[in-house]
């Protein structure tokens, strides 16, 4: 059975289940989720809405909300959802401490030291460490708790005055806060200013490390990432198996390898990947390339928050930040969407993907 026939058989049989139970907000938080992987999102909307209702506390239905509103573009309800993600028993490791500061939640920042930890994925925090800058020119100072891998790269980040990966070693703070609360009040809606720029650039003796390997390779230089974290809940729809992945590698273009601890697609794949210490490493490799072609995963963000050329494979179910249809993002001016037409092909998205890494002017 297909994976869309898989999805209509779940649909039909929790159906049933809510014929029979039809008060049941587990039952219709599930349906929602289903709907959503459907991409009938005035459905799931109502579904989430009703368990809700029905079950005020229901922690997980009001982060499924949160998501669905955001996958619409409407910020200004999905945001008070939002806050739900951080009642979730597994929220985010580097936001469970007993921080000694209280929870930032609105107060002026001018003059104050706000320590600010990392949430959810390395992508996100790529991704959100963009709205730090803007609050420290109203003069707050951030200190910023973050992933090992993350903590180098991100202390370049202006408006970043220190980082580390134990929070202790950053001191006293008036304030603490979860990085995506900085970005909410900035972002009241889905036409505020998502970019100023770009944020991140690699460090000059890093790059130097893979000028052996890549100086001279013939171009366009395409780098590919294949594969997102397979812990995350939508991984399943999100990563390409190897053999399908094999079919980014092409006459005509030098493929590189991004994908850390994953063997070259192809014996003519150049592999940097295999010396990747941090996302230092990363970034260097990417500042040497002509094109991007990413799942989405930190890599994505990273080439994005560059300025690169990055083409950004979604699946047919895609994350909220990507929006439930275009093919460009706020988020990123340099990303173009290749989205699924349907659950499991991912043909299109990878025509578009050579198509777009072949009209890119080499650097």
Known sequence: MSARGQLQ??????????????????????????????????????????AI???????????????????????????????????????ASHADYAFKAPRWRGEPLAGR???????????????FTRFLAPLAAQGAAFDLFCHKSLVPLLARIAGVRATSDFFPDLGEHDFHAPLIDLAIPQLPDASAPHWFGPYISPLPGRVERFVP????????????????????????????????????????????????????????????????????????????????????????HLAGAM??????????????????????????PSMGLARQPRIGDWSGPIETALDRSRATPAR
């Open 9 to 50: 058989e779940a649909l039909a049989r929790i159906g049933e289940k809510l014929r029979a139970t039809p008060d049941s907000a587990d039952l219709l938080n599930g349906r929602g989720l289903l709907r959503v992987e459907a991409m009938d999102l005035d459905g799931a909307q109502a579904d989430f809405e009703a």
């Open 53 to 91: 209702a029905l079950a005020p506390q229901f922690i997980g239905a009001h982060t499924n909300l949160a998501h669905l509103l955001l996958m619409r573009g409407d910020y200004a309800r999905a945001w008070p959802e939002y806050e739900w993600r951080t009642k979730v028993p597994e929220h």
């Open 113 to 127: 030291r706000i320590l600010v930890h990392a949430e959810q994925g390395h992508g996100d925090n790529i991704q």
């Open 213 to 300: 390997m890549l100086g001279g390779a013939s171009r366009p230089l395409v780098g590919i990432a294949w594969k997102g974290n397979p812990g995350h809940g939508n991984d399943r729809n999100r990563s390409l198996t190897r053999e399908v992945a094999r079919s980014l590698v092409v006459p005509g273009v030098t493929s590189v390898n991004l994908q850390l601890g994953e063997a070259p697609l192809d014996e003519s794949m150049l592999d940097p990947a295999r010396d990747f210490d941090d996302f230092e490493d990363t970034a260097a490799v990417i500042s040497m390339l002509d094109h991007v072609i990413a799942v989405d995963t930190a890599v994505a």
């Open 307 to 332: 300025g690169k050329p990055v083409t950004l494979l979604v699946a047919f179910t895609p994350d909220w930040r990507w929006r439930d249809h275009g093919e460009t993002t706020p988020w990123y």
